[in-house]
């Protein structure tokens, strides 16, 4: 790479072997542009040369300003500050708006945020009876998804994604009311009545009160089960593009109403691939079950037979900072809870495999998911409803994502070439000469 001696900008020189053509494509960022590549043809009406990226794997479909990794060197920041300090010092709702606005807020600022999330976390009452009619056994993503996208018809002027009144107003909503509708979805499954939100408390001690209130006059969970939920929504809030911020952007590029596009990113993390692993996690201590059982497991893995779920990651190579922060609200929650017996099971295995050759060859370490399912079981959540958990967590990721996206006069709406590999120009016979 060198600058361009025409311009002086860093360029990249592409030799086109089909015709022995070269082109100069600018270098800014660090990237071409793939449209830049399109320009390259084998000649007169073909067509110009493509990207192929299955998984978007090496192709950077916008700017942001929002989150930064460095998964080398396992960093994680929103808007510049580390995950560490916001963890160790902020809270959710600062967060929250921290990725939203793009800085953190003044002591006024805070305080008109928090008063307007508190007062919008109840729902219509026809949202109540639509939740009402999933059948007893409806995953509550499922129900999530579902109620998030049938908010869009209860906000008709969400369409006004130009209006920034309009556009603060719904992020407010989706924020107050994720809690809501997933606690509802929670108590559903359980045959319990729906509890309506209690202003009185804070945003994450409010949605334990939604999930875990019987008859008492208030539910007040432990200060320090509250402080642990916190920390897991600021660890979850954005993580840059991954498959569900991607889905809400490329639903979002159509213009649609901020509920759908985040609808379709509840629909993306509920896939086992994005918002599941810990989950698995919990299954897989469940069976080795004794410490005992662990080195055969381990065997198990390096002869490839096994999977060490919440190792490993497709950005993070050194470690991934959210578990070093897990691991300590593990701590914290089993205090309270008394510790879960898996635990042990957990810390060994982490213990062998930081020392064992071929995990550290492959540079795997525990990810965020591999200390969080433990927690949430201490925090009595049913499997099916950690991934929940998640949606609530990346909320404002998402919406700070929708934000940037609409704001961006660069962007488009999302349009992937194809590569064709089927059959041209067949001809058509009718049925009832096929069949004859
Ligand atoms: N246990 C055993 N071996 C592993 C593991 C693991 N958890 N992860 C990767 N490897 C091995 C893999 O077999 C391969 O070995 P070899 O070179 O001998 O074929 C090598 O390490 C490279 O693995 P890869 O599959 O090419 O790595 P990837 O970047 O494509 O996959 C991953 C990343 C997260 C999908 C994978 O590490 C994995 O499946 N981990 C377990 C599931 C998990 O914990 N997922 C949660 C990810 S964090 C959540 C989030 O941030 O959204």
């Not at 190579?317 to 897990?326: E, L, M, S």
Request: hydrophobic share 40%.
């Amino acid at each position: 790479m060198t600058d361009s001696p025409a311009t002086g900008v860093p360029s990249l020189t592409v030799r086109d072997n089909r015709t022995g053509q070269e082109y100069e494509v600018p270098i800014v960022d660090g990237a071409v542009r793939a449209a830049d590549l399109g320009a390259i043809r084998a000649g007169e009406g073909t067509q110009g040369l493509a990207v192929y990226d299955p998984g978007f794997v090496n192709t950077a479909s916008c700017r942001s300003s929002i989150t930064y990794i460095d998964g080398d060197k396992g960093v994680l920041e929103y808007r510049g500050y580390p995950i560490e300090e916001l963890a160790e010092r902020s809270t959710f709702l600062e967060v929250a708006f921290l990725l939203i606005n793009g800085h953190l807020p003044s002591k006024a600022e805070y305080e008109e945020w928090v008063y307007h999330i508190t007062y919008h976390t109840f729902v219509h009452e026809n949202v109540k009876n639509f939740v009402e009619g999933f059948r007893y056994d409806a995953h509550p993503m499922g129900m999530l998804m579902a109620s998030v996208g049938a908010l869009s018809t209860f906000y008709p002027d969400a369409r006004n994604i130009t209006d920034a009144h309009s556009r603060e107003i719904q992020i407010i909503r989706m924020i107050a009311k994720m809690p809501t509708l997933g606690a509802w979805a929670f108590r559903h499954a359980q045959g319990k009545p729906y509890v309506y939100p209690d202003n009185d408390l804070g945003y994450t001690a409010n949605f334990l009160s939604m999930l875990f209130k019987m008859s008492e006059q208030k539910y007040v969970a432990d200060e320090r089960l509250v402080r642990a939920l916190d920390v897991l929504f600021i660890l979850h809030a954005d993580h840059e593009q991954n498959c569900s911020t991607n889905a809400v952007r490329s639903v979002g590029s159509s213009q649609v109403d901020p509920y759908s596009a985040v609808a379709a990113g509840i629909a993306a993390l509920y896939g086992p691939l994005h918002g599941g692993a810990n989950e698995a996690v919990l299954r897989m201590l469940r069976r080795i079950g004794s410490m005992d059982n662990i080195p055969a497991f381990i065997e198990g893995v390096k002869s490839g037979n096994e999977r060490l779920m919440g190792f490993g990651h497709r950005v993070y190579k050194n470690h991934d900072p959210r578990a070093r922060i897990i691991k300590k609200a593990c701590d914290d929650v089993f205090e309270v809870t008394g510790l879960n017996p898996l635990l042990k099971i957990a810390h060994e295995l982490e213990t062998i495999a930081l020392e064992d050759e071929y995990f550290v060859s492959r540079r795997l370490y525990p990810n965020v998911d591999f200390y969080s399912g433990l927690i949430y079981e201490a925090l009595q959540f049913p499997p099916e409803m950690f991934t929940v958990l998640f949606a609530i967590g990346r909320t404002p990721g998402w919406l700070a994502q929708w934000l940037e996206l609409v704001q961006d006069k660069e962007q488009k709406i999302a349009r992937p070439k194809q590569i064709y590999t089927g059959q041209r120009t067949v001809e058509f016979v009718p049925a009832p000469e096929r069949w004859a």
